[in-house]
Nanobody
Framework: QMQLVESGGGLVQPGGSLRLSCRRS????????MAWYRQTPGNEREWVAT???????TYSDSVKGRFTMSRDITRYMTYLQMNNLKPDDTAVYYC???????????WGRGIQVTVSS
């Protein structure tokens, strides 16, 4: 069973930056589409960004222009650079992987990001 492990969360002041990392435990035949989601208490998980591996990630309107998603395929790593953070970005952030051929979905355990002064 492939595992995803997030790191890099924490407390940051408004306007600050954080870089989340997601490490995948193994390769998947046919490749994977990677994504980031976030969730706040009492709300559904919200999509943040997706990278299908074509070098052109897509972003939700709420983070576009502030967040940048990237991948290091050789190291099974996925990143989310978050700049100009706002209190509304406070959430648990989840790394997501979906295998391209069999469409199996994997989730990390999530990591807390808190934006507060």
């Amino acid at each position: 069973q492939m595992q995803l492990v997030e790191s890099g969360g924490g407390l940051v002041q408004p306007g600050g930056s954080l870089r989340l990392s997601c490490r995948r435990s193994e390769s998947i035949f046919g490749g994977v589409t990677m994504a980031w989601y976030r969730q706040t208490p009492g709300n559904e998980r919200e999509w943040v960004a997706t990278d299908i591996g074509d070098g052109a990630p897509t972003y939700s309107d709420s983070v576009k222009g502030r967040f940048t998603m990237s991948r290091d395929i050789t190291r099974y790593m996925t990143y989310l650079q978050m700049n100009n953070l706002k209190p509304d970005d406070t959430a648990v952030y989840y790394c997501n992987a979906k295998s391209n051929i069999y469409h199996r979905v994997y989730w990390g355990r999530g990591i807390q990001v808190t934006v507060s002064s």
